[in-house]
């Protein structure tokens, strides 16, 4: 038995967690896409576009972990390719943030698009280095990184969805969405 196999439940609650999540995002953007916002496309990569990454990681997170590797060297550099991807991707999601013209950010959405996710991906592939010498410790370090995810993602789309709400009853009413 490795270590893994004593995060098995885990994982499959939270990897299912995120394809849930990922079909519902979906499911919701469907729903609202006939109210367009000027500049949405801007917006949606900075705002909309990550929430689904972060699902999609979480999910492919739990893929790796759950799978029956007979050690943790190999799966550990794969959640380890995956936290710096992460990482540059933060990078992005921040330059598209900075670039997007059409919604003026506050702190919180710098802590839940930037900040929050750039710690997960960072933390997820500092675990990986650790892995050899602290496997345990590793471990809980990705279920972090995998829950950090999770509840930031759910966050973010929650807040996606409460601003087009606002923004459509705005606009219903001769308003500006606050900027």
């Known amino acids: 038995m490795t270590a893994l196999n004593a995060w098995e439940n885990f ?3 939270v990897g299912s967690s995120a394809g849930a999540l ?16 000027v500049g949405t496309s801007d917006v949606g990569a900075a705002f909309a576009t990550p929430s689904v990454v972060h699902f999609g990681a979480v999910l ?23 936290g710096l991807g992460g990482v540059a991707y933060t990078g992005i999601v921040f330059r598209r943030m900075r670039l997007q013209t059409a919604y003026r950010p506050v702190f919180e959405d710098w802590l839940f698009h ?5 710690c997960a991906y960072a933390i997820l592939a500092a675990s990986a280095f650790e892995s050899a010498s602290f496997t345990r410790e590793a471990l ?4 972090a990184s995998a829950l950090l995810l999770l509840f ?28």
């Open 11 to 13: 994982y499959v609650i």
């Open 140 to 143: 809980f370090g990705v279920g």
């Open 152 to 179: 930031t993602g759910i966050h973010n789309a929650w807040d996606a969805v409460m601003y087009h709400v606002f923004a459509a009853q705005q606009r219903h009413h001769g308003d500006r969405p606050n900027q």
């Open 22 to 37: 990922i079909g519902l995002q979906f499911v919701v953007m469907t729903l609202i896409a006939d109210r367009p916002v």
């Open 114 to 118: 930037a900040l929050l996710p750039f």
């Open 60 to 82: 492919l997170l739990s893929a790796l972990v759950s799978a029956p590797w007979e050690c943790i060297a190999w799966v550990a550099a794969l959640w380890g390719l995956l």
